[in-house]
């Protein structure tokens, strides 16, 4: 009997040391995941701001309207355009040929040839612009039209040789002189062989040719220096030049940068720019509307 409740309580014993026992301590509980730390923006990665360019395109006379629209469309692209403006015709290719200006606009192709050849440019154009015609200018105070001009009067014309020979063939179709038909290039004074009036010439820069008109009796003006001088030519001329035969091709007006930056890809796709503005549909309505049909677009 003794040993059976000697058994008993030893039972009991571990029953309540196994109840009483110590419990494993449970795992702490995690600490909160830390935010993961922002990405560190690297130079590169950063948005850079829009490369931008300088350039200056040389013209002749102040009134350059279209050349305002292309400043303001070239802007856009990240194009810089300064208009520096020039009183005559034969510096702007030197200050283009000197690094001064990196494109100019304000000449034909045959004064470009001529010019070139003359002082070893190494210029070319790179884009056509439009067709200025040659118009004929009276002093009001002496002559009315063209058949008013009489012998011992005197027309002013522009002094370069190209439109020196251009204005002597336009004096030649207004029936005031011939040029000897054996010339078949640019014609001079010492071409004329026979002045059906008896006119007096008078060469000038074209720049000048409208501050000289109030002294002569007429004066031969490209339209671009008619209206730098106010001088409207579809309303104040007495003659307009002929532009619609097939030798009009080498009077158009054109863009012309240096060789060496034409062959450079970056500078070149930069006029491409321009040129893509100056041959615009909003560019050609403007020249239409602004200039009154002296400047012709050729695009």
């Given at each position: 009997m003794k040993k059976i409740i000697v058994f008993v309580l030893v039972a009991l014993l571990a029953l309540t040391l196994a109840a009483c026992g110590e419990t494993a301590p449970s795992p702490a509980p995690a600490a909160p995941a830390a935010p993961?730390?922002?990405?560190?923006?690297?130079?590169?990665?950063?948005?850079?701001?829009?490369?931008?360019?300088?350039?200056?395109?040389?013209?002749?006379?102040?009134?350059?309207?279209?050349?305002?629209?292309?400043?303001?469309?070239?802007?856009?692209?990240?194009?810089?355009?300064?208009?520096?403006?020039?009183?005559?015709?034969?510096?702007?290719?030197?200050?283009?040929?000197?690094?001064?200006?990196?494109?100019?606009?304000?000449?034909?192709?045959?004064?470009?040839?001529?010019?070139?050849?003359?002082?070893?440019?190494?210029?070319?154009?790179?884009?056509?612009?439009?067709?200025v015609p040659l118009n004929l200018f009276n002093n009001p105070d002496r002559i009315s039209s063209v058949e008013d001009i009489q012998d011992g009067h005197t027309i002013a014309i522009p002094s370069d040789p190209t439109n020196s020979g251009r204005a002597l063939r336009f004096l030649e179709s207004a029936g005031l002189l011939v040029i000897d038909p054996a010339v078949t290039g640019i014609p001079t004074v010492l071409d004329i062989t026979e002045r059906i009036v008896d006119i007096q010439i008078l060469e000038a820069e074209s720049g000048m040719l409208a501050n000289i008109l109030p002294d002569v009796e007429a004066a031969v003006i490209n339209g671009q220096n008619a209206f730098s001088a106010g001088l409207n030519p579809e309303v104040d001329s007495i003659l307009r030049e002929d532009i619609s035969g097939d030798n009009m091709a080498h009077l158009v007006n054109i863009i012309v940068a240096r060789t060496v930056d034409v062959e450079d890809p970056i500078r070149s796709a930069l006029f491409e720019i321009i040129v893509r503005a100056h041959q615009s549909e909003t560019v050609r309505q403007v020249l239409l509307d602004e200039y009154q049909g002296a400047f012709i677009p050729a695009w």
């Open positions: 993961p730390a922002a990405a560190e923006t690297t130079p590169a990665e950063a948005p850079a701001e829009e490369e931008r360019h300088a350039l200056r395109v040389g013209l002749v006379g102040a009134f350059n309207v279209h050349w305002d629209v292309i400043q303001e469309m070239v802007a856009e692209e990240g194009i810089d355009l300064e208009l520096v403006f020039f009183s005559d015709f034969m510096t702007p290719n030197l200050a283009l040929d000197g690094g001064d200006i990196d494109l100019n606009a304000f000449q034909h192709k045959m004064f470009l040839t001529a010019d070139s050849e003359a002082n070893g440019y190494e210029i070319e154009y790179i884009a056509e612009t439009f067709i």
